[in-house]
Structures are given as C-alpha cells and as structure tokens.
C-alpha cells in the first residue's frame, strides 16, 4: 500500500477515530493523524472533517474555503452524467462506441470523478491512486454510492463497477495487456504554472508528490493496456514525454491523447 505518509501536506483530524469504518484501507491512515490541539497543529496545511457523515478536507490555513470531498449523488455531476460520456471528447479517445463493456485501468485516479463516468458508460474500472489522503477521500466517496439506495440505476450499481487500489501505479505489479484501456490524467509542474479556478484540483495539486516519470508513466501503461492509452491533458500541455500520440481529441480547454498499442 505504499507509505501512509507520502503526501507533501501534513494533516489533522477533528473526530474521534471510533467514527471511522474499521473494514476500509484507509482506517489505519486516518486514525494515525493527530485530532489534539497541539503545536503539530500549527504545521498542519489541511484537516480531515465529518461533514454530514462524509468525510471531507478543509485547508486549515484558508477556512472560508469549502470542504473538499468526494459526493457522486452531487446534482452538477449528475446532470453532466445524463449528457452521456460516449458522444463527448473522452468517450470518442476511449473509443467507447466500439467496446462493449470494456476493462479500464484508471492509473491516476484522483477523486474519481473520470473513474465514475466511464463506469457509469459501462466500463469496468480498476481506479489506482497514491495519496494517502486522496484515497481516504475517494474511498469514503464510493462507499456512500456502493451504500445508497436509488429507484434508478446510478450510485450503487455504477459504483460496484469500480474497484479502488491505493498505491502507486509505477511500482504494481501488472501483468501485460491485463487492460482493454489505460487511462492517465497526470498532474506535472506544466499544469501547475496554470492557474485552477477549482478547488478540489488546487488542493490535489498541494498534496501530491511529483516524482513520477513521464516515461516510466507511458510506459508502464502501454504494457498494461491491449487496445489503447488515453492521456488527459490541458490543451496546452506538452505531450507526455514528447512523443507524439497516434490520435488527439481537443477541446477548448482540454486534450485526450491517444496511444494506440
């Protein structure tokens, strides 16, 4: 599972460690954090709340910023769901008109918010996150959708369509073309020198370490993927490692890169 503190950030907890889920792998992350007021508190950068039953991070140096968390039943993101993902940019670079129920291997998946559109278009996904924290978020996100009870098909079934893994995607062992697609949105100083008006990406772009290869990254996924490697990107970015993809899918804001294997 890697190492529990390998965030850049350092972080508090503000409830009891009896409230968090004793059967998920972020248990013994978030109990190991220090919910006393002491002087670790004044070099803490983000604390770990409850927030209506949801655990979620507030930036202890910024609290007028609202919590980030991880919330798939959120009305925005459901009303961009109903748009369906395999007429948008996304889709089109998964090649998703032409796979039926396809494996995907998510090898940076973040809050998961990619992770669960292309489950909610019927992929099979295999989400991979390194942080610690992140993971804590995303675990407790899924969780609640596994848990929710619906009329219509979205939180629970969508969600028991993806499988979370923490740990870092360079060090797993994979076997080769164990994937239909490997799909990679990597955060690299590039992107960072962009301003992000969004807050859960700034505090993702805080508490994420940097040192992974562009390379190893590429190459890694290109052994692991059968049919293709999807890399998203800003539409200014460089491509991921200089070299050149097989297709691009861009948009005003953003590019999907495409790898073919």
């Not at 929710?148 to 797993?172: H, K, N, P, T, Y």
């Not at 290109?222 to 490697?229: E, G, P, Q």
């Not at 890399?231 to 993809?245: A, C, M, Q």
């Amino acid at each position: 599972m890697g190492d529990l503190r390998s965030d850049q950030a350092n972080f508090l907890r503000d409830f009891d460690s009896a409230e968090i889920p004793s059967d998920t792998v972020s248990q013994r992350f978030l109990a190991q954090l220090d919910s006393s007021d002491t002087a670790f508190a004044a070099a803490a950068d983000y604390q770990f709340i409850l927030d209506q039953g949801r655990l979620a991070l507030i930036s202890v140096q910024n609290r007028r910023q609202s919590p980030v968390l991880v919330d798939f039943s959120d009305r925005a993101f459901q009303r961009r769901l109903a748009g369906g993902l395999r007429g948008q940019l996304m889709g089109k670079a998964l090649g998703l008109k032409s796979l039926r129920a396809p494996t995907v291997l998510d090898a940076t998946a973040g809050l998961g918010t990619d992770s669960y559109m292309m489950a909610h278009a019927g992929c099979l996904v295999t989400a991979i996150e390194r942080s610690p924290a992140i993971f804590a978020l995303l675990e407790d996100g899924l969780r609640r959708a596994v848990q929710a009870r619906c009329v219509q098909e979205s939180a629970s079934e969508v969600a028991r369509r993806i499988e979370i893994r923490r740990g870092d995607f360079l060090l797993m062992d994979l076997p080769d073309k164990a994937y239909d697609l490997v799909y990679l949105d990597p955060m690299f100083p590039a992107d960072r020198r962009k301003a992000s008006s969004r807050k859960e990406m700034t505090m993702l772009q805080n508490i994420a370490t940097e040192d992974q290869s562009e390379s190893e990254l590429l190459s890694q996924s290109l052994r692991c993927a059968r049919r293709r490697v999807v890399v998203k990107r800003n539409r200014r970015s460089p491509e991921l490692d200089g070299i050149k993809p097989t297709l691009k899918f861009q948009g005003s804001r953003l590019r999907f890169d495409v790898y073919c294997c």
